[in-house]
């Protein structure tokens, strides 16, 4: 176990899913506001609580999601490498 965070879903379709919802109102916030004036504001917390509140670190897990269980790293003779190993 790595004491690095890990910001990876448990499901690829799940974690598309939090950045669709996500974007979506973040997005939605700001291009509504000329139809509903400040109230469409009140998206902007809802995209952020579903990107767990950083865009970048949304597309981090996504990579981690993408790649979960398939890279390793490996040294040896103080020279290290990334193996990926393709799904099964």
């Given at each position: 176990?790595?004491?690095?965070?890990?910001?990876?879903?448990?499901?690829?379709?799940?974690?598309?899913?939090?950045?669709?919802?996500?974007?979506?109102?973040?997005?939605?916030?700001?291009?509504?506001?000329?139809?509903?004036?400040?109230?469409?504001?009140?998206?902007?917390?809802?995209?952020?609580?579903?990107?767990?509140?950083?865009?970048?670190?949304?597309?981090?897990?996504?990579?981690?999601?993408?790649?979960?269980?398939?890279?390793?790293?490996?040294?040896?003779?103080?020279r290290c490498e990334l193996e990926f190993r393709p799904k099964q």
């Open positions: 176990m790595t004491d690095r965070p890990s910001f990876a879903s448990t499901s690829l379709p799940r974690h598309l899913l939090r950045g669709m919802v996500g974007f979506g109102a973040l997005i939605g916030s700001f291009a509504l506001l000329p139809v509903f004036g400040p109230a469409s504001l009140l998206l902007a917390p809802i995209g952020l609580l579903a990107l767990r509140g950083c865009p970048a670190c949304w597309a981090i897990g996504l990579v981690q999601t993408i790649s979960m269980g398939r890279l390793r790293r490996s040294c040896t003779d103080g």
